[in-house]
């Protein structure tokens, strides 16, 4: 599976972002996809996820300023970022995680998102 991440770039505070991934198929059975961060000199760590049941789960740093979204129709994810800060910084890297009947586990090459003061 390819994920193809679009609509990074450079905001200013307080402003809005709109990421979105492509999965290059449909997704199977059970699955979550989400998305990541890492910063300069820090661990990848959970944005946001969203099972395929629709269940969200989101990074107590993000809540109430981003909202996860999913078009299974068009195998896609979204992460609409808003009242940005410049700690929201890094790449952000979509992912897709199957759990059954077939495990994998996907990632996309990172799109950049940079808040600036």
């Known amino acids: 599976v390819q994920l193809v991440e679009s609509g990074g770039g450079l905001v200013q505070a307080g402003g809005s972002l709109r990421l979105s991934c492509a999965a290059s198929?449909?997704?199977?059975?059970?699955?979550?996809m989400g998305w990541y961060r890492q910063a300069p000199g820090k661990q990848r760590e959970l944005v946001a996820t969203m099972g395929d049941s629709g269940s969200t789960n989101y990074a107590d740093s993000v809540k109430g300023r981003f909202t996860i979204s999913r078009d299974n129709d068009k195998n896609t994810v979204y992460l609409q970022m808003s009242h940005l800060k410049p700690e929201d910084t890094a790449v952000y890297y979509c992912?897709?995680?199957?759990?059954?009947?077939?495990?994998?586990?996907?990632w996309g090459q990172g799109t950049q998102v940079t808040v600036s003061a």
């Open positions: 992912n897709l995680h199957e759990n059954w009947p077939v495990r994998g586990d996907y």
């Open positions: 198929r449909s997704t199977v059975g059970r699955n979550t």
